[in-house]
């Protein structure tokens, strides 16, 4: 009988990467060296991180699309349009940023956006340096996970209430996170970082993106858009729940 898959949550933050398994949490400052801390191995793994994977040539993609209105009301805010290929490699500020975006046909990249483009980089590089990861890494967004997961595991998405980084949303998604999770995992790797590099938030999305792993694993996720479309590199430009 072949081995359960090794599920892993990754998320982006200002330490590096955060990535959440069943065991625990741990921290990196890049990608691929907390994966190989962790033991992941392409073959038995499945990681769910919040980063986009698959870059437009041109335009928006049509993933980030139906995020928003899957999310609906405050939370599709949350999703905002990849940026092309073009410039999440070729700018190297805000202003070079948008205006390489809009010659192809994109909108203007935000402050927000733009802050994510090293660690864009980082994971594009490593499935085009890496391919084995591209059949076990997939591209998760924590608002949506949470929305599943707030749902009961039904097909309907429960979008949360309430930002995450507001006191009633915080307090929201760590209910659903401690009935799951022992308390003291997260107790660990809070102790262990300082909140200028792991903000609370972070956790909390690194978990969310856990169970997307697990939906995942157990062929039990949804994909945007159903029939996703590929980019250059031949990565698939879709979100699984």
Known sequence: MAA???VIGVDGCRAGWIAATP???????TLAGLLDTLGADPA????AVDMPIGLPVCGSRDCDRVAREQLGGPRRASVFDTPTRAAVHGAASQAEATRINRAHGGAGVSAQA???FDKLREVDRLLHDDPRWRASMVEA???LSFAAWNGGES????PMPHPKTAALGAFD???LVLARHDRRLLEAVRAAHPRKALADDDIADALACLFTAERVAA???QVLPGRPAYDTEGLPMRICI
């Not at 065991?23 to 400052?29: F, R």
């Not at 038995?44 to 990681?47: A, G, H, I, K, Q």
Request: glycine share 10%.
């Open 114 to 116: 733009y802050n994510l």
């Open 155 to 158: 097909t309907r998405l429960q």
């Open 219 to 221: 062929g039990r996720h």
């Open 44 to 47: 038995r793994s499945v990681v």
């Open 23 to 29: 065991a625990g949490l741990a921290v990196g400052p």
């Open 141 to 143: 967004h924590p608002e």
């Open 4 to 6: 359960e898959p090794r």
């Open 173 to 175: 998604r760590l209910t």
